[in-house]
T-cell receptor, first 113, second 111 residues
Framework: DAGVIQSPRHEVTEMGQEVTLRCKPI?????LFWYRQTMMRGLELLIY????????DSGMPEDRFSAKMPNASFSTLKIQPSEPRDSAVYFC?????FGSGQFFGPGTRLTVL | KNEVEQSPQNLTAQEGEFITINCSYS?????LHWLQQHPGGGIVSLFM???GKKKHGRLIATINIQEKHSSLHITASHPRDSAVYIC?????????????FGKGTHLIIQP
């Protein structure tokens, strides 16, 4: 298995632009998580899905952030409009079921200028 | 929301030393995770445990549910163990949650 796949691996954009991050979970995994890592705040949960349904999005920082999971093999995290403070590494993780171990993708390093 | 405290934040040791990293949390949980983040940024899950002790190679993780405390031990440490070790627990304590994380322990093993 290829593991959790994220794209792009690096994204540099200008303030005000729309950014879309993509994640393909491990096949057969039912839960998907989006995390963000910054130097100041460490790793933080943004949102997670179970069977493609968003369960908790209380970690999403503001309305500029949205996430979707249209099917079991694909999820997106969108930021519109982006701001410099959104610069971070965004990780996607998946797990076989609730309460089981999570497998992390390689992350997307986002820089907003 | 569960709060996670890790100690120490930074640890430098000589090759061969026994390493202990501690983690405490505020809300009762179903399981605790230990993660390793390599210098290149990738995150690997080391352990998920809900009671007692687990061992994998030179790594040992223990948890005391009553005291809300876990430790990660590394025996016969090696420079390749240098990484950030992160403790994580379910966001609100249950099993059906995303994770909330400690700040991490930055470990450097010198040859």
């Amino acid at each position: 298995d290829a593991g959790v796949i994220q794209s792009p691996r690096h994204e540099v954009t200008e303030m005000g632009q729309e950014v879309t991050l993509r994640c393909k979970p491990i096949s057969g995994h039912n839960s998907l998580f989006w995390y963000r890592q910054t130097m100041m705040r460490g790793l933080e949960l943004l949102i997670y899905f179970n069977n493609n349904v968003p369960i908790d999005d209380s970690g999403m920082p503001e309305d500029r952030f949205s996430a979707k999971m249209p099917n079991a093999s694909f999820s997106t995290l969108k930021i519109q409009p982006s701001e410099p403070r959104d610069s971070a590494v965004y990780f996607c993780a998946s797990s076989l079921s609730f309460g089981s171990g999570q497998f992390f993708g390689p992350g997307t390093r986002l820089t907003v200028l | 929301k569960n709060e996670v405290e890790q100690s120490p934040q930074n640890l430098t040791a000589q090759e061969g030393e026994f390493i202990t990293i501690n983690c405490s949390y505020s809300v009762g949980i179903s399981a605790l995770h230990w993660l390793q983040q390599h210098p290149g940024g990738g995150i690997v899950s080391l352990f998920m445990l809900s009671s007692g002790k687990k061992k994998h190679g030179r790594l040992i993780a223990t948890i005391n549910i009553q005291e809300k405390h876990s430790s990660l031990h590394i025996t016969a440490s090696h420079p390749r163990d240098s990484a950030v070790y992160i403790c994580a627990v379910p966001y609100s304590g249950g099993g059906a949650d995303g994770l909330t994380f400690g700040k991490g322990t930055h470990l450097i093993i010198q040859p």
